[in-house]
């Protein structure tokens, strides 16, 4: 490969040009860039150290030009109040836009590269007839991407907030954020340094705060190409006045903009390859498309080199090493925007919890990575959490977020830990029997404060298998107590369990893969559902007459008043998952033109008819709880605002906590999957109405159930899989985290395992006269470009 030409003089392209030729000086490199070599849009560029430690070593003349223009620190401050909340142990640093550029031009040009500025490119497939590669590095509007449309099969994905990136004369010290709360809503700025003299300064705000606060009609004035929005500035300036404190607003080309997240099924058309944000885009609030560009360089430039007479294999080598890395960058910024358009949610919450709450948006910073980050900060958070839920201030040392008590209704949880209804599929005629004994108390003994047994069902009818409990008949009551008893005598666990009516999803098979079985041919008894409406190749369901619905709201009542003699603790209603009840909320499954279907008012009659029979006989001391499917992930189905007012009318009717799960009312849904799911449905959910909520759904560790609850998204996690994997999980998660308090409840019969058992290693010995300075927790940037180093503690 001798001839590579680039499209687009960014930093992506410049960088990959460096590399390229560096890696081969005989090869005719030729960058085209349509803008002047001295133009430049935008401010300052953050890097992460891993980023940079990358730099350094594909070529450290670039890394060192750049690391002597560095701002470097490892702070975060959150300004929100009043407040000033500080995490430290981060590592950033930042440069100039136009000093990286001024870096990556003058090594291009002591390599021999062919800078052709003020230039506009051919195209890529005219210049990929006399050029062995194309890289179209030609930025979010790429024409190149635009012209090969059919190939890399682009979406373009703009979402609700409006941006406008500005500097400012104020050196901040740290990674910034500042909320503040206009009387035209929330407005956030997200801010670095990146000089002794200026910090880059990116204002943000939802549709609906933009258009309240004036800015739709200054931004529809027209402007010529390369004049910024003044006016808005003026304005902005005015809002953010206490902030800025007599500092100064910079433009370059500033106008208000939303945030396109690119996304390509293909990076890759032959012999042109895209890189940068003409291949992907990851939102600012996580960090800079630069650092994601030029790590897109230095993969490509290294795909090359280990495979140098097979270009094609080493293009699809650089998108195979590169995608999910990528792709993994877009998830955690896709959350992250969604935070901050969705940020009227977390706001209202205590400063030391929003903080928190924040951090930990994107899933990249979690409660144990701020342990291992700035010990002080974690230990304040713990400290702050503890006194705000017991308001004991006698405790030197709290335990962590998931092993504080929880308080609901009569009855009192050692921790935040549900053991989620799993079903076994070994009953016999509604009957549990020693499957269930063993299941439901190996997770009591591991730990968990509330352990639920999986669907319970209310009438012989209601049963999704022929294996399901029920507690329809007295002869379960029996069979049930002996499982309770055995949980309150051994373990520190409550017992729940959960009742449910299959309807449209009964009469089916043991599941042998995924959560539904397939119609029984052998004896199979009539389902019924809201609507005639079949589950997927189930068969198809009567539509439930009056008459039958009366009959299972009496049915609810009675496996109540059962679950009660059973000694049950806490009771769930299953109104989600396409069961019975979940399958009238929905508007997919429920086509009634009666009393019970139409608007969803009239959907939520029936589930509120069985709800008020449980709660007139469910004791009022004991806690009532209501899973639901907060979304159908299906065109037309249940959405996020119709989960708050189902959840709404639930709590109305006695229920005390909705635990909040999604999906599986159609077969035809397409769910979003992903660590934590379905967090972010509880959070909005306990947001919007104050009711407790439980977050279930790809939470597989301690540290994210820990992040949960410390960031206020939920009251309480409930474990599924994770918990089969390990029936003691909570136990464990109490002995990683070093807490042994009351929270994580060892049998005395089990004490002995408290401590984590011993496992194989040597002592390592001392072979240096001294040992590496410790990296300061909080390292703060100064005009001065001095390091200010304090102690880990938080900040106010």
């Not at 004994?437 to 209601?462: F, I, N």
């Not at 499982?483 to 369990?497: E, K, M, P, Y």
């Not at 019924?528 to 079949?534: H, L, R």
């Not at 509880?682 to 597989?700: D, F, K, L, M």
């Amino acid at each position: 490969m001798t001839r590579i030409a680039i499209i687009g003089g960014g930093p992506g392209g410049l960088y990959f040009a460096a590399l390229a030729k560096q890696l081969d000086p005989t090869r005719e490199v030729t960058v085209w860039e349509r803008n002047a070599a001295a133009d430049t849009f935008g401010f300052g560029v953050v890097f992460s150290d891993e980023t940079l430690d990358g730099i350094a070593q594909a070529d450290p003349q670039i890394f060192t030009a750049m690391e002597a223009e560095f701002a470097r620190w490892s702070d975060i401050d959150i300004r929100y109040r009043g407040t000033t909340e500080t995490s430290g142990g981060h590592g950033f640093a930042a440069i100039e836009r136009k000093r990286l550029l001024e870096i990556l031009q003058r090594r291009c040009t002591d390599l021999g590269v062919d800078l052709r500025f003020s230039t506009v490119a051919p195209t890529a497939a005219q210049l990929s007839r006399d050029h062995d590669l194309v890289v179209a590095a030609d930025g979010v509007n790429s024409a190149s991407r635009a012209q090969h449309a059919a190939v890399f099969k682009p979406s373009l994905d703009e979402h609700n907030c409006r941006y406008m990136w500005l500097a400012t004369d104020r050196v901040l010290e740290a990674f910034t954020f500042v909320i503040e709360e206009t009387p035209h809503g929330p407005v956030q700025v997200h801010g670095y340094p990146f000089s002794s003299e200026q910090s880059t300064f990116i204002v943000e705000m939802n549709e609906k705060t933009w258009r309240a606060a004036g800015f739709a009609d200054l931004a529809a004035q027209d402007r010529p190409p390369g004049v910024s929005d003044d006016e808005s500035v003026a304005r902005i300036a005015e809002l953010l006045g206490d902030f800025l404190d007599g500092h100064s607003l910079l433009t370059n080309n500033s106008k208000w903009l939303r945030f396109t997240t690119v996304r390509n099924e293909s990076w890759r058309h032959g012999t042109i390859v895209l890189l940068g944000d003409a291949a992907h885009t990851a939102h600012f609030s996580i960090g800079s498309g630069t650092k994601l560009a030029m790590e897109d360089s230095l993969a490509l430039a290294a795909a090359i080199e280990a495979q140098p007479d097979d270009l094609l294999a080493a293009l699809a080598a650089y998108e195979t090493a590169r995608r999910p890395v990528v792709e993994s960058t877009q998830r955690a910024a896709q959350a992250s925007l969604e935070w901050f358009e969705t940020i009227e949610h977390p706001i209202g919450k205590e400063p030391a919890q929003f903080a928190f709450n924040l951090l930990t948006r994107s899933l990249r910073v979690t409660y144990d990575n701020l342990r291992l980050r700035d010990p002080g900060y974690a230990a304040s958070l713990d400290r702050w959490f503890h006194l705000n839920e017991t308001h004991d201030e006698q405790v030197t040392t709290p335990p962590p977020p998931l092993f504080q008590p929880y308080h609901l209704a009569g009855v009192s949880m050692r921790n935040r830990i549900i053991a989620a209804p799993v079903s076994s599929y070994q009953a016999h005629d509604g009957v549990p029997g020693s499957a269930e004994l063993l299941h439901l108390s190996g997770k009591a003994l591991g730990g968990a404060g509330l352990v639920l047994t999986g669907m319970t069902a209310v009438s012989a009818q209601g049963r999704a298998t022929p294996a399901c409990p029920g507690l329809y008949d007295d002869s379960q009551v029996a069979a049930w107590r002996e499982v309770t008893d055995a949980v309150h005598a051994h373990s520190g666990a409550l017992i729940g369990v959960q009742l449910n009516h299959s309807g449209p999803k009964g009469s089916t098979t043991v599941p042998q893969h995924g959560p539904l079985g397939t119609a029984l041919t052998d004896g199979a008894w009539p389902t019924v559902g809201p609507s005639a409406i079949p589950f997927g190749d189930l068969p198809e369901p009567a539509q439930a007459t009056p008459t039958d619905l009366g009959t299972i709201v009496d049915d609810f009542a009675a496996a109540t008043r059962r679950a009660d003699e059973a000694g049950f603790d806490v009771l769930e209603i299953q109104a989600g998952h396409g069961f019975l009840l979940s399958a009238f909320l929905s508007p997919l499954t429920n086509k009634r033109t009666d009393d019970y279907g139409g608007d969803l008012e009239n959907r939520l009659r029936f589930p509120l008819q069985a709800i008020d029979a449980v709660r007139a006989n469910w004791p009022t001391g004991k806690p009532l709880l209501a899973r639901i499917s907060a979304v159908d992930w299906a065109e037309g189905g249940t959405t996020l605002d119709d989960a708050v007012r189902i959840a709404q009318a639930l709590s109305e009717h006695g229920v005390d906590a909705i635990d909040v799960s999604s999906g599986e009312v159609v077969a035809t849904e397409k769910p979003a999957y992903g660590r934590c799911y379905q967090t972010p449905l509880a959070e909005h959910i306990r947001s919007e109405t104050g009711i407790p909520t439980i977050a279930v759904g790809g939470i597989g560790g301690y540290d994210d159930a820990n992040s949960i609850v410390l960031a206020g998204r939920a009251d309480l996690v409930a474990i599924g899989r994770a918990y089969l994997h390990d029936p003691s999980w909570a136990l464990h998660a109490a002995a990683d985290l070093g807490y042994t308090g009351p929270g994580a409840y060892w049998p005395p019969f089990q004490t002995a395992g408290q401590a984590k058992p011993v496992t194989g290693g040597r002592a390592r010995p001392l072979l240096s006269l001294s040992l590496p300075a410790p990296e300061p927790v909080h390292r703060r940037w100064a005009q001065t470009d001095a390091i200010v180093a304090t102690a880990g503690t938080r900040s106010v």
